[in-house]
């Protein structure tokens, strides 16, 4: 009985400290909010992007989101343009944009046509975390189909893997 005992007095133990453990789960590290530069040279000088700015602003002139081999995950380098024309989208509500995605040569055509709207779903999913408006956005995948580089190397898959920002209405 004495053992018996000491059995239940254990698993009791053991069931207190499982149910008293505290439970983490890992958030996701939050995205640092970088000042976004506002317009220059223009009349109206509120902080508001204009359409003009698509052209002279720096982080709204880059429009082009490389990505990792077979990977569909945004680069950290590239936060500070997604949230520069999520701004964008958020001061110009009648602005449009379409996100094309594309791959490079390697796999088959309907898996990079795949990752290709992996590409730009992970870009939409990025410029709404931001503030824009899914409402704004459009994704296509041309997969494979519309290279920016032809030769069969690692520089030129590089440029090939990308989402491509199109502003459809300014």
């Known amino acids: 009985m004495n053992s018996t005992f000491r059995i239940i007095i254990a698993l009791a133990l053991v069931a207190s400290l499982a149910a008293c453990a505290k439970r983490t789960r890992e958030e996701p590290a939050p995205v640092r909010e970088a000042p976004v530069p506002t317009q220059t040279g223009s009349a ?5 992007f204009g359409p003009e700015d698509l052209d002279t602003v720096a982080c709204l002139r880059q429009r082009t989101i490389l990505f990792d081999f077979d990977r569909s995950e945004v680069r950290p380098e590239f936060a500070e343009a997604l949230r520069c024309h999520a701004k964008y989208l958020q001061d110009r509500p009648s602005a449009m944009i379409t996100l094309e995605g594309h791959a490079d040569e390697r796999g088959s055509r309907e898996y990079n046509l795949g990752l290709g709207e992996r590409r730009g779903n992970a870009v939409s999913s990025a410029l ?7 409402g704004q956005l459009t994704v296509v995948s041309y997969g494979e189909e519309r290279p920016t580089c032809t030769e069969s190397s690692e520089s030129c898959w590089q440029r090939n893997r990308r989402v491509e920002i199109v502003y459809t209405a300014r």
Do not use: L, T, V
């Not at 109206?44 to 508001?48: E, K, N, Q």
């Open 128 to 134: 709404q975390a931001n503030g824009g408006s899914a």
């Open 44 to 48: 109206a000088d509120d902080g508001r």
